[in-house]
């Protein structure tokens, strides 16, 4: 039977989080709701040492609610131990992934597998890094040239599983596309090998999704659960953005506007040679200024805008690299953040980057920008009793 209502002196107090709130009796969906993981299609026996190893498509499980995806990628076959990679590797195995929405839509993409690399490692989801283990597979790089690397995608950020996708109609599935690169050689350019492994190395490629449970609609004491994530259809996008070749003064404005931007994240490849490492020793900016309509947000030296995002990650940008994240609140970290940093912009919106390269450079700008059902997306998680 349900628990009896204390008042009073008699009623306990409630576990709150920072700025939360008293009184409310229905359990936040992340407490209702539980982790779930299947597993969905491999393709195995992809032979990489071929100029086209070809374009696959994978359906997402049905199951509650998506949080995220797991992409498994094994290269096997490979023998010796004369094997270098490109310095995108080995990411760059995949050169193009495409998350779709139920209808068509992207998601996720189209990005480079370095891009989604970068993304799930200073996107804001979690604390640590995709590449910070080689324990159980999860991420390695030998010089036999065989590998392996798990690349996570994830839809849900901030607080309370905000931005899982229903994923309930067997019917109506999501989609991920991935087109490989090539596994052959060439020193200047990879895309995965700068000096080629002996044998044949042959691919395997398999998808898992992360899921939270759909809860029921009451605990076994009566309460009310929350049966689905705050501000429920709120959906997050990464998009890329290219200016190439571009050299002296720099006024870059954005062409994502409209939502709210959640993240930044820079690329900066030399011109000449395509490389990041190339970029980062001769052409990298010495400041880089950003503005938000009439009004200027950063104009900084271009370490103390790495130093910021150091403090917040806890470990270095990549050569060529350089974020503006808004997901430091509210402990200053890059995870699990309430929303207060979050930027509004409307179509009219101009978001704009000025700098000087020291050298001509390409330049790829991943934008991260949500899509609010309500404005619970961004206070109800903060508010909430624990």
């Not at 992409?71 to 023998?79: D, E, K, M, N, Y």
């Amino acid at each position: 039977m349900p628990s009896p209502i204390l008042t009073g002196s008699d009623a306990p107090v409630a576990q709150q989080k920072k700025g939360s709130a008293q009184g409310t009796s229905v359990i936040p969906f992340a407490r209702a709701s539980k982790w779930h993981i299947e597993q969905g299609q491999i393709y195995s026996g992809i032979a990489i040492n071929n100029a086209n190893p070809g374009t696959y498509y994978f359906d997402v499980p049905t199951y509650g609610f998506l949080s995220g995806l797991y992409i498994t990628a094994t290269v096997s076959g490979c023998t010796g131990a004369t094997a270098t990679y490109y310095e995108d590797a080995p990411w760059s195995m995949i050169g193009s992934i495409t998350v779709y929405d139920v209808n068509g839509t992207p998601l996720f993409g189209p990005v480079s597998g370095y891009d989604a690399y970068l993304i799930a490692k200073f996107g804001g989801y979690r604390l640590f890094a995709p590449d910070i283990s080689s324990l159980a597979g999860q991420y390695n790089k030998p010089t036999s040239g065989n590998f392996n690397f798990i690349l996570p995608i994830y839809f849900e950020f901030g607080q309370d599983g905000l931005g899982a996708l229903a994923n309930q109609d067997a019917s109506a599935k999501y989609r991920v596309q991935i087109a490989l690169n090539s596994g052959t050689f060439n020193a200047a350019t990879g895309p995965v090998y700068t000096a080629a492994p002996t044998g044949t190395p042959v691919l395997s490629v398999q998808l898992e999704g992360l899921y939270r449970s759909e809860p029921p609609a009451v605990d076994r004491f009566g309460q009310s659960n929350s049966i689905a994530p705050p501000a429920s259809g709120t959906v997050q996008y990464w998009s890329k953005q290219t200016a190439s070749p571009i050299s002296g003064f720099q006024t870059l404005q954005l062409t994502r506007v409209g939502n709210v931007i959640r993240n930044h994240l820079l690329i900066l490849r030399d011109t000449a040679n395509g490389t990041r490492t190339t970029a980062e020793a001769s052409d990298m900016p010495v400041s880089f200024e950003y503005d938000w309509d009439s009004g200027q947000r950063y104009i900084g030296n271009l370490n103390t805008l790495r130093f910021i995002a150091q403090a917040a990650y806890g470990y270095d940008h990549p050569a060529g690299t350089l974020f503006f994240p808004n997901t430091l609140d509210p402990d200053k970290l890059a995870i699990a953040e309430y929303g207060d940093e979050w930027m509004s912009t409307t179509g009219a919106t101009k978001l704009t980057f000025r700098f000087t390269p020291l050298a001509s450079v390409g330049m790829t700008i991943l934008t991260n920008d949500i899509v609010m059902a309500s404005p619970e997306a961004q206070h109800s998680a903060a508010l909430e009793v624990r």
